[in-house]
């Protein structure tokens, strides 16, 4: 996601805000938004390891000082385990940036943001989505719905109902 123009990679904000404080949020989101923000039932595993990030020196990273590091020791409570699976780098990037785009076009759909506008300013200075890309809806501008759309498709059929598109999105590539 660094190489995308994140500041920090997703494991990395979560251990730095607390683990216990995203499975709280999680836990809201699941409450208001339905399915589409159902928790991961890893992260319930993660927690009962006393797994709570920077703050517990203990995450998905040890601490030692102001040094981290990956705890290997973590992998054994996510999917597939232990063993890791190997994963291609951008399609793990494809997967969270169409996440982040679908929802943030169900955001505008649900009337939780009044414009595309607001959507980009906020991901941009509230969410450390990358600056030079105008935000969210401005990146979807210049990729274009259909490519979108087909991408989204692409995904859903990979990995389930979680990529299905935003009805608008779907709307707006026709």
Known sequence: MTDFGFSVVPVTLLDEVGIDVGAKVAKVMHHHFGDRMSPPPSMAKVLAD????????????????????????AYALLPPGAGRLALDPRDAQERLVHAFLNESVLCLQEGILRSPRDGDVGA???????????????????????????????????????????????????
Do not use: N, Q, S
């Open 50 to 73: 006393g797994r709570l990030g920077r703050k517990a020196k203990k995450g998905f990273y040890t601490y030692d000082g102001k040094r981290k590091r990956v705890d290997e020791t």
């Open 124 to 174: 941009i200075f509230g969410l450390g989505f990358p600056p030079f890309l105008g935000g969210p809806f401005r990146h979807l501008d210049r990729l274009g719905a259909r490519f979108a759309l087909e991408t989204m498709e692409k995904l859903r059929a990979r990995h389930g109902e979680r990529f299905a598109p935003a009805p608008m999105l779907v709307d707006l590539a026709r």
